[in-house]
């Protein structure tokens, strides 16, 4: 019972942190503690394992869908434009 709890209680704590792992965030890393605790229990957990391959599929395709579908050149000029002329206008005020 007490191990079934302890292993409950790992993948609930792995399940917050596996989008941070995953991502490997530069922004917000996981200490290396964390990261070396999770991969060990990826390593032994199929639930927390089939979790990680649904995030990795998950971002691929989201990445794929990026791909196909990125703004026209001309709107990223306007916007790009528009961008420094709100620069230009908060450094004259």
């Given at each position: 019972m007490i191990t079934?709890?302890?292993s409950m209680v790992q993948c609930r704590r792995s399940a917050a942190r596996l989008e941070q792992?995953?991502?490997?965030?530069p922004s917000a890393p996981l200490p290396a503690d964390e990261?070396?605790?999770l991969a060990a229990h990826l390593a032994v957990c199929d639930r927390c394992t089939r979790a990680a391959?649904?995030?990795r599929l998950l971002r691929a395709s989201l990445h794929r869908l990026g791909d196909?579908?990125?703004p026209?050149?001309?709107s990223l000029a306007?916007?790009?434009?528009?961008?420094?002329t709100i620069a230009a206008d908060d450094?004259?005020?």
């Amino acid at each position: 019972m007490i191990t079934w709890m302890q292993s409950m209680v790992q993948c609930r704590r792995s399940a917050a942190r596996l989008e941070q792992y995953l991502d490997a965030d530069p922004s917000a890393p996981l200490p290396a503690d964390e990261r070396q605790r999770l991969a060990a229990h990826l390593a032994v957990c199929d639930r927390c394992t089939r979790a990680a391959a649904r995030h990795r599929l998950l971002r691929a395709s989201l990445h794929r869908l990026g791909d196909h579908h990125r703004p026209d050149a001309a709107s990223l000029a306007r916007l790009q434009h528009l961008v420094h002329t709100i620069a230009a206008d908060d450094e004259r005020s």
